[in-house]
């Protein structure tokens, strides 16, 4: 394995590389995961130094798994911990097919030319792309991910390069960037011909059926993108920095991935942690209960008992309390802009229904309505749910657009027998109210009702007020939280709810 010198930069080291160069990369590497939110302590740290010092750096694979059950917590934390690993402990520096023959020639590919040579003439682009997709298809077909892993580092090096290598001179506008070769290479229209190259007997397709067959080669086609992403971050932090390029280059864990930014593939794998985290959540409020249960001392009683043991209050006496479970409204927006927050929300709120001693549930565009039937049927499907709330419930009027304040109204007119002492409302919404009236007496009817109210809002605090934002009016009657992600959104049930 060829290690770099130091964390953050691109020169080579052998691998005897001096224990100080191993420890700051080791630090760089835990520092990185740390600003990616992984809760990685000196113990862990401490840890992960000893599995390099058992485990060596002959063989990298050996030391990523050693790393990962010495740093990691949870399974989600994966995929940020190997974007980061393959930045600070990457096989070699520099051109792919030089970090190959540096690390061991058998793996060199004898076709490709050797991008070092003086007097090497450079291909034309187009027979470049169209000899790459065709080796391409090939590997996809055979599913050889050696050759897939050849072909995504000569693909960045042929149509990655931005920047200097143009002409722009610009200080810092240099890199690599897997979006630009993915342009150029076009992976995903090889569809059509690594199906009928599997089809036609090419291999790779053993207990597969014909219908199964496309979702198999996308899935293929998915893992070489990933290939490409990871082969530029590796050249770029050769050029940006190691660091640097781990700040800002690594995607976040699932849980802090903000609603409004997620995609969809994201928001679907995002909907699958809402029974984990349900059941995180409801183990800490029953322990929550269990400790309020007890109440605060009864110093009179705890007084009394200490006669009988010389006035020492051994045995302390509590005012005994039954607190009852909460009753929960919630109030969401299913407007198009922050659907994705408020069906991640609901069905956190459903798995963690026995949790409250009754929930209601209202939806609303400009009109609101009661939902609470279409959630307990809604089967756990978000997308179903979401169609249904949209086409039996009557949440949108004369247009289409939020409106909050007329929402509210409605709220407060029809349903406000559902508020009570007892009651937490928590209201889901980037209050954009299209520059209508926000009617803040209807939320003042609400708030006046209700034990607590809570505004959710999945807009960063920097947002609110800008544009047609209603945050900071409505903030001035309620309390708003700032909910980005499905980790702020977490901490904020553990936190605020009451027992």
């Given at each position: ?10 020169a ?12 700051a ?8 995961l ?48 190997d ?9 070699g520096?520099?051109d ?10 058998a793996?060199a ?5 050797d ?8 291909p ?35 149509f ?12 810092g ?6 979006h ?19 089809r ?6 053993d207990?597969?059926d ?5 979702d ?7 893992d070489?993108?990933?290939m ?7 050249r ?46 409801a183990?800490?409020l ?14 009179r009683r705890?007084l ?31 407007s198009?802009s922050?659907?994705?927050?408020s ?17 209601r ?14 959630l ?14 949209l ?34 409302v ?34 960063q605090?920097?947002?609110?007020g ?10 001035g009657?309620?309390?708003m ?19």
């Amino acid at each position: 394995m060829t290690v770099p010198a130091q964390a953050g930069d691109g020169a080579a080291a052998a691998p005897g590389a001096p224990t100080a160069d191993l420890a700051a990369r080791l630090t760089g590497f835990v520092r990185a995961l740390r600003t990616h939110g992984l809760r990685i302590g000196p113990a862990e740290t401490v840890d992960a130094a000893a599995v390099l010092d058992v485990l060596g750096l002959a063989d990298r694979e050996q030391v990523r798994a050693g790393l990962a059950a010495a740093l990691l917590r949870s399974d989600g934390q994966r995929a940020v911990f190997d974007a980061a690993f393959d930045l600070f402990f990457p096989l070699g520096v520099g051109d792919p097919e030089a970090v190959r023959r540096a690390a061991d020639p058998a793996l060199a590919d004898p076709t490709a030319p050797d991008p070092t040579a003086p007097d090497a003439a450079a291909p034309d682009p187009a027979a470049l792309r169209e000899d790459l997709r065709e080796r391409l298809a090939v590997a996809l077909a055979a599913d050889d991910r050696a050759a897939q892993a050849r072909l995504a580092g000569e693909a960045v090096a042929a149509f990655g390069r931005y920047g200097t290598a143009g002409g722009s001179g610009r200080p810092g506008s240099d890199g690599w960037s897997a979006h630009q070769t993915l342009g150029r290479l076009a992976p995903e229209t090889l569809l059509a011909r690594v199906l009928a190259a599997l089809r036609a007997g090419a291999g790779g397709t053993d207990g597969l059926d014909d219908h199964l067959l496309p979702d198999e080669i996308r899935r293929r086609v998915q893992d070489f993108r990933a290939m490409v992403a990871t082969e530029a971050r590796r050249r770029a932090a050769e050029v940006r920095g190691t660091e640097h390029i781990a700040e800002r280059a690594v995607a976040p864990s699932l849980d802090r991935i903000d609603f409004l930014a997620a995609g969809r593939d994201q928001l679907a794998e995002l909907r699958r942690t809402v029974h984990p985290l349900a059941r995180k959540l409801a183990t800490r409020l029953a322990a929550r209960r269990r400790r309020a249960a007890r109440g605060h001392i009864d110093l009179r009683r705890t007084l009394r008992r200490s006669l009988s043991t010389g006035g020492v209050p051994l045995r302390p006496a509590h005012r005994l309390r039954r607190p009852a479970r909460p009753e929960l409204v919630l109030l969401c927006d299913v407007s198009g802009s922050v659907a994705g927050f408020s069906d991640f929300t609901l069905l956190l709120v459903q798995a963690m229904r026995d949790q409250f001693s009754r929930i209601r549930v209202f939806a609303f565009v400009n009109r609101t309505a009661e939902v609470t039937d279409l959630l307990t049927r809604g089967g756990g499907d978000p997308a179903a749910l979401a169609r249904r709330i949209l086409t039996e419930a009557k949440v949108t009027g004369y247009h289409g657009n939020s409106d909050y304040g007329s929402a509210l109204r409605e709220f407060a007119d029809r349903h406000l027998d559902a508020v009570g002492p007892r009651t937490s409302v928590l209201i889901l919404g980037d209050a954009r109210n299209n520059h209508r009236d926000p009617d803040l007496p209807a939320l003042g009817l609400i708030a006046a009702r209700a034990h607590r109210v809570h505004w959710l809002n999945p807009e960063q605090p920097a947002l609110w007020g800008t544009g047609d934002s209603a945050a900071p009016a409505y903030a001035g009657v309620v309390e708003m939280h700032c909910c980005r992600n499905a980790r702020r959104l977490g901490e904020f049930i553990a936190r605020l709810l009451p027992v």
